[in-house]
């Protein structure tokens, strides 16, 4: 389980459906479609914010996970600077930013709620591949961001992100 130490207090990060709906909450609201419902609003979707930040291993997404994963265990959490300290801190002990990365997909996998969540969005990132494009640059645009999100996963985890399934 990941542990971030922070003024001499340990966190642990434990992925959850309560984590979802802090993250969404915590992660920046991009323009929605969805008018009716500010996505503040809705109570689950912060884990599909958050994959692609951690996939391209993006410090912003670190720190929105554990700046929600504290606030569900403490009333007075530190500061975004104290946490962004905490994790760098990490980082250098380690000698190594890639590894909390490993570590937060270890927690996702070992939640049922998180690794159904990671499961959706891989779905819907195999489904963005097979959208139609209105033209070849949109085409190339998708094609690389999908590129980019395969390769940043097996680099944290070594894994493929999307299985080729074996065509015959």
Do not use: H
């Not at 779905?123 to 961001?145: C, F, I, S, W």
Request: charged share 40%; aromatic share 8%.
């Amino acid at each position: 389980m990941p542990t971030l130490t922070i003024k001499d207090t340990n966190y642990d990060l434990k992925c959850s459906i309560m984590l979802d709906k802090v993250l969404n909450k915590v992660i920046p609201e991009e323009k929605s479609k969805d008018k009716d419902v500010p996505q503040k609003e809705k109570v689950s979707g912060g884990f599909s914010k958050l994959l692609p930040l951690l996939i391209e291993q993006d410090f912003e997404g670190l720190l929105y996970l554990w700046e929600s994963a504290i606030k569900l265990t403490t009333k007075k959490p530190p500061t975004q600077d104290e946490i962004l300290t905490a994790i760098d801190q990490r980082m250098d002990e380690e000698n190594d930013a890639t590894a909390l990365f490993s570590e937060v997909f270890e927690a996702i996998d070992e939640s049922a709620f998180s690794r159904n969540e990671f499961a959706k969005f891989k779905k819907n990132m195999l489904l963005v591949k097979e959208m139609k494009r209105k033209d070849e640059e949109e085409e190339q645009k998708t094609a690389l961001m999908l590129k980019r999100l395969a390769e940043g996963y097996k680099e944290i985890t070594g894994l493929e992100l999307f299985e080729e399934k074996a065509k015959g």
